[in-house]
């Protein structure tokens, strides 16, 4: 008898997937859901006697007879091996020969234990039950099928995870929880679960909020929640997930232990606020950082604005940023003062009094200290007051 390299065929009606032949890779194992709708056929055509023939598991030999004759293609009834021999139809010689296997496999069951729990990884293995698939080699040594299955953790908080083998991580959770294990064959629409096993979290995670608490005009320059003129007045919240026993807050120079803490930015430049926290029974730890952003002192004033009452530049105000010290005035071209104010927030209407100051040029004269020592600043010049005829 000579087994060539050639290979059996499966037509299915129903998914089916091969398993990898260690032993025999010329011969193909195929899995499916079910035997019924099978059809097994050789891509030799021709004019030859073919002999289909089952393994037969009692002998450990190919003596079932299953059919015999012209006809290429044979609808298997049950499991197994099946063995084609291919023979002249004129000598009755064997040509050639094929094999296949063909299994249902089964997930019986699931099992799911907890291998490893750190402060970072939360690890579990799993342990699939499922029938034994045997076939045999040319030389009658039985071998068991291994197919692809996969491992899936689902917890009742929504926690997912997944793995090729049987052990699975996740990040170390930070409340406790059950978690089931699934074990797979995807391509066979195939699955068993496990029962529960219940883990009592340990981990923590540092995590800052914060709240701008000054309120923000809009001629102040910020560039975002985070960043901003002095004094940038900021709410911190410990927003931390897990049992945290101990915390520090290093904000700038400054520690403390609130949890919610509040502080003051002055100085000009970028700082960073840390959070660290504790469980102190587990000895986890983590830490958080936040960028602060103060920038410097600046001033920025317009030369015209149209005080109509729309809501659009309907006032004169400077735009700054860092102020600690301001005074502005503003006088009209013949020197009278029509406004003045130590507010950096504030702006001149257009109103002189209880009435409307005319059209025309007008003349700033600002000056600003900031909060770093020696920043000065003193803007002047010209804004025009525009009204609509």
Request: net charge negative; glycine share 8%; hydrophobic share 35%.
């Amino acid at each position: 008898m000579t087994v060539t390299s050639g290979q059996l065929l499966l037509e299915s009606s129903t998914p089916y997937m091969k398993a990898e032949n260690t032993a025999v890779p010329a011969d193909s194992i195929y899995l499916v859901n079910q035997v019924a709708g099978l059809t097994v056929r050789t891509s030799l055509q021709g004019s030859y006697i073919y002999e289909w023939l089952g393994f037969n598991n009692n002998s450990d030999s190919w003596d079932i007879p299953l059919a015999y004759g012209t006809i290429s293609t044979y609808t298997p009834l049950i499991e197994g091996g099946i063995l084609l021999n291919i023979r002249d139809i004129n000598s009755d010689q064997i040509i050639s020969s094929y094999r296949c296997w063909i299994f249902v496999p089964q997930i019986l069951g699931a099992s799911v234990s907890i291998e490893e729990s750190t402060c970072q990884y939360l690890t579990f293995v799993g342990t699939a039950q499922t029938r034994n698939l045997v076939y045999y080699d040319l030389d009658g040594n039985s071998h068991i099928v291994v197919y692809p299955l996969t491992y899936s953790i689902s917890s009742s908080q929504g926690i997912e995870g997944e793995s090729k083998d049987e052990f699975v991580s996740i990040e170390a959770p930070f409340s406790d929880d059950e978690y089931t294990l699934t074990v797979a064959l995807p391509a066979l629409g195939k699955s068993a679960s496990s029962e529960p096993v219940a883990h009592t979290a340990f981990a923590v995670r540092a995590m800052i909020g914060h709240e701008v608490i000054k309120p923000e005009v809009p001629n102040e320059g910020h560039m975002g929640i985070v960043s901003g003129s002095a004094p940038l007045e900021i709410r911190f919240t410990d927003n931390s997930k897990g049992v945290v026993t101990n915390r520090e807050w290093r904000l700038g120079s400054i520690s403390s232990r609130e949890k919610d803490p509040f502080h003051v930015f002055t100085t000009a430049g970028r700082d960073t606020v840390r959070l660290f926290v504790e469980n102190f029974e587990t000895g986890c730890m983590d830490e958080a950082e936040l960028e602060i952003l103060i920038m410097d002192l600046a001033l920025e004033a317009p030369n015209a604005f149209t005080p109509n009452g729309d809501g659009v530049n309907d006032q004169f105000r400077v735009y700054y940023r860092s102020v600690r010290k301001f005074k502005m005035q503003i006088v009209s071209r013949w020197g009278r003062t029509v406004y003045e104010s130590d507010n950096p927030a504030e702006g001149w209407d257009g109103s002189i009094g209880n009435g409307d100051a005319p059209p025309g040029v007008y003349y700033y004269f600002v000056e600003a200290e900031g909060y770093n020592p020696g920043e000065k600043i003193k803007l002047q010049g010209p804004v025009h007051l525009i009204r609509e005829k």
